[in-house]
């Protein structure tokens, strides 16, 4: 595999086992920096709900929300209305701004230091929307490039990210003792109930085999099992694993 595709799948396997929206943004915001990105966003509108999840700078999304840029914001347009991933930026003629708010909805996001990125539409029926964004700071990087070297990717990532999100359980439903595994013990453990040794786990995880014993061993006693494969069997019947 290349970097890429190892960006990808190390985000894949993380997913399974990401419980909160804070383990979402921290895997996709890691997925954005291993392709060379500096931010990610998520913006979904789906039951009359709007819901952001990102990176960017926090007093940008503040006054992102609080203003409701999503109505004038040229890329969630864009996003509403098609199917295919596209590139935006200001070295970009796929997206202009039609009026003066959108020219300073633009100017006051580079000013933030966004400039360029790729976004993913996403749809979910029924007139509701999502869209996955990658984006960088950098004035040098150009958006046609980005689309034309990273667009399987950051189109793959933004589509497991939408479907493991609006697919996890949601909040009551999920057993209370899940919260009491890390998200890393739920991994070594999934890869043990694959049959994976912890040598094996080390290098599919990219830690060492200490570290993994170290997890399995947490695991192990915060479950009261006498062994691994007990741990693996209770973390199971209790629905902790993937």
Not at 61 to 74: A, E, G, K, N
Not at 155 to 177: D, M, N, V
Request: glycine share 6%.
């Amino acid at each position: 595999m290349n970097w890429a595709e190892n960006v990808f799948q190390d985000f894949v396997d993380a997913l399974q086992t990401a419980v909160d929206e804070s383990e979402f943004e921290r895997l996709a915001t890691r997925a954005a920096h291993g392709l060379g990105f500096r931010w990610f966003a998520y913006l979904s509108n789906v039951d009359s709900s709007l819901n952001l999840i990102s990176s960017y700078p926090k007093s940008w999304t503040s006054r992102y929300l609080r203003r409701q840029y999503q109505r004038l914001d040229p890329v969630v347009l864009r996003a509403r209305g098609e199917h295919t991933t596209f590139s935006w930026g200001a070295s970009s003629g796929s997206i202009r701004p039609a009026s003066r708010e959108q020219v300073r909805f633009f100017q006051e996001a580079t000013e933030f230091g966004i400039k360029s990125g790729i976004t993913v539409p996403i749809r979910a029926g029924f007139g509701r929307m999502a869209a996955f964004t990658v984006a960088t700071d950098d004035a040098l990087m150009e958006p046609d490039v980005l689309l034309a070297t990273s667009h399987d990717v950051v189109q793959l990532l933004g589509l497991y990210f939408h479907t493991h999100l609006r697919g996890r359980p949601a909040s009551g439903e999920e057993p209370q003792r899940v919260q009491i595994l890390s998200q890393r013990e739920r991994q070594c453990l999934a890869w043990a109930a694959l049959g994976k040794t912890v040598s094996e786990t080390a290098v599919i995880l990219g830690i060492t085999p200490r570290t993994v014993a170290f997890h399995l061993g947490n695991a192990r006693r915060k479950l009261g099992a006498t062994s691994i494969t007990h741990c693996v069997a209770l973390a199971m019947r209790q629905r902790l694993l993937p």
